[in-house]
């Protein structure tokens, strides 16, 4: 019944900007802390970028720092990750995930949305 879907990838030049989002249904939105993960071809998946149930705090990997924010809308129960000045190394399927602040062992994955930067 919990379902995360992540929206909003494409194909975009170097340089270019994409906003994805993550829209949740079937549970309290607002007592799960989000985060986006990222996973390229032949690359583990990695952290890319957190934010905490109420949206009071945000954490960035190091490749990402000034060029993506991430954000969250709890009256939309959804998620969004505004991503500019994009580059080819941010080539990869983005998911968002979420667990539940009180139970870490509550733990859910969107399916992905592929983000190709390429000329």
């Known amino acids: 019944q919990v379902q995360l879907v992540e929206s909003g990838g494409g194909l975009v030049q170097p340089g270019g900007s994409l906003r994805l989002s993550c829209a949740a249904s079937?549970?309290?939105?607002?007592?799960?802390?989000m985060s986006w993960y990222r996973q390229a071809p032949g690359k583990e998946r990695e952290l890319v970028a957190q934010?905490?149930?109420?949206?009071?705090?945000?954490k960035y990997a190091d490749s990402v720092k000034g060029r993506f924010t991430i954000s969250r809308d709890n009256h939309r129960n959804t998620m969004y990750l505004q991503m500019n000045s994009l580059k080819p190394e941010d080539t990869a399927v983005y998911y968002c995930?979420?667990?539940?602040?009180?139970?870490?062992?509550?733990?859910?994955w969107g399916q992905g949305t592929q983000v190709t930067v390429s000329s």
């Open positions: 079937g549970l309290p939105f607002s007592v799960y802390r």
């Open positions: 934010i905490g149930a109420t949206g009071g705090w945000t």
């Open positions: 995930k979420a667990y539940n602040t009180y139970d870490v062992a509550t733990l859910y």
